[in-house]
């Protein structure tokens, strides 16, 4: 992928897409048949950067991983012979720490400038008092993070402050290796892949909502796993098809997980022309078509609960925002501001490079909705934030034709999670 993606205005999208493989659930299919008893197939698994990176740590770690197949330790990963570099992703370090906790020896974890950059407390405190040894930058605030994980660990009962899968996910690996048990609860549900392949995989875990309890002394069994599609890169082709007059797109094989699926709430808020077709379950998890044409949109209000669930598609919706007429107001997503960049502050700074009227708040922003006209094509930088780089090929795509063509700078982070995204915009762009 070349480095600056050149986007040309005015096209309507039309066709019929698969997205790749959900990013969440590719991490947690590698991880846990990794660490499981047995062999499993994997099939429809992300092929981007992020999931390469959780790949080479688990082989590094003694697991195999050949084409499509994992054969997992059984419990016991052996200790790595060097520093586990888990490049861009975040998931990968979190996920990868909750593992180790309970593994009787030394590993080091570290990543690229901005992951060492993201905050590592919200795992590693809780599983300080699990009974694992971790430090880090900071007092184990930041990566490169060291831990001697001890077998075994001892049960917990912990309220996390943040609505955090990573944190939940973390957790929830570490109490399997634990004499105790394990009572968890989170301001809201978060994401719950972790949980859905999981039990799949026989391991106990008690839900009641937001809360949880899991048993120490588990360890999972090798299953299977066909990756659904990812509703957080479909929904750059939503918005995209929403906001580009004459477009008809068909999604296939999205991943509709409840958790996961707020950005359809928002878009239908918004009035967006968004329906489900062919839903269906996949592995446990619910997966469907998303058909999606152009409409006019309106400004909406997000807050609350709902952000969980849609949190990686605020840069795309403040996106959709700024086409829609009226006033959008995203709150309570103060987790964006410590994504793979401040996403409070890219996303502000892209929407303006545009023309857009926007502005930063603590906990969120707010986006004036005129419509396309008064738009001008930009340049913009992507901080090296994925979502912040496809955000901005989208709203580009969206200019009334004849502002000419918008550039965007460092687009090779989009390798991150979507390395065929700007083939697939230029297939679907109707001649
Ligand atoms: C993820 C959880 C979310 C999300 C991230 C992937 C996961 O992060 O933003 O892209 O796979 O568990 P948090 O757990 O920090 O909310």
Redesign the pocket.
């Known amino acids: 992928m070349s480095d600056v993606l050149v986007v040309e205005p005015g096209a309507a999208l039309r066709g019929r897409v698969q997205v790749p493989g959900d990013?969440?659930?590719s991490?947690?299919a590698l991880l846990f048949n990794a660490f499981a008893e047995g062999r499993a197939s994997v099939t429809g698994l992300l092929d981007a950067d992020d999931v390469r990176s959780t790949a080479s740590c688990l082989c590094a770690l003694g697991a195999t991983l050949g084409e499509g197949e994992v054969i997992g330790v059984a419990g016991r990963f052996t200790e790595p012979q060097d520093v586990l570099d888990c490049g861009n992703s975040?998931?990968t370090m979190?996920?990868l720490t909750g593992l180790l906790a309970g593994q009787p020896f030394h590993s080091v974890l570290t990543g690229d400038a901005t992951l060492r950059r993201r905050p590592m407390r919200?795992v590693s405190a809780p599983l300080r008092l699990l009974g694992a040894h971790i430090d880090g930058r900071d007092q184990g605030e930041r990566a490169p993070l060291s831990i001697r994980g001890q077998r075994p660990l001892r049960g917990l009962r912990y309220d996390s402050p943040?609505?955090?899968?990573?944190?939940?996910?973390a957790l929830i690996l570490a109490a399997m290796q634990a004499e105790g048990e394990l009572v968890f609860s989170e301001p809201y549900v978060?994401?719950d892949?972790?949980e859905r392949l999981l039990g799949a995989m026989g391991v106990v875990i008690h839900r009641d909502g937001a809360r949880l309890v899991v048993p120490g002394g588990q360890v999972p069994r090798a299953v299977d796993v066909v990756v659904p599609g990812d509703i957080?890169s479909a929904a750059f082709f939503l918005v995209a098809a929403s906001i580009c007059a004459g477009s008809e797109l068909v999604l296939e094989g999205v991943g509709l997980n409840p958790t996961r699926d707020g950005v359809l709430e928002a878009l239908d808020a918004m009035g967006a022309d968004v329906r489900r077709e062919n839903e269906r379950l996949v592995s446990g998890e619910p997966v469907g078509d998303l058909r999606v044409r152009a409409a006019s949109l309106r400004g909406v209000t997000i807050g609350g609960g709902l952000i969980?669930r849609l949190?990686?598609e605020l840069p795309v919706l403040a996106v959709a925002a700024a086409f829609a007429e009226g006033e959008t107001l995203i709150r309570d997503a103060q987790?964006l501001r410590?994504?793979e960049s401040d996403r409070v502050a890219t996303t502000v700074g892209l929407l303006r490079a545009y023309g857009v009227e926007a502005e930063e708040r603590p906990d969120g922003l707010r986006v004036v909705g005129r419509g396309a006209a008064g738009l001008r094509a930009a340049s913009v930088a992507t901080e090296g934030d994925h979502r912040v780089g496809m955000a901005a090929a989208v709203l580009a795509l969206g200019l009334p034709a004849g502002v000419g063509p918008s550039t965007v700078q460092n687009a090779g982070c989009i390798r991150t999670s979507f390395p065929t995204f700007p083939a697939l915009l230029e297939r679907l762009r109707a001649r």
């Open positions: 990013k969440s659930i991490h947690r975040g998931t979190r996920l919200r943040v609505a955090s899968a990573q944190v939940k996910t978060s994401r892949h972790t957080s969980p949190i990686d987790e410590v994504k």
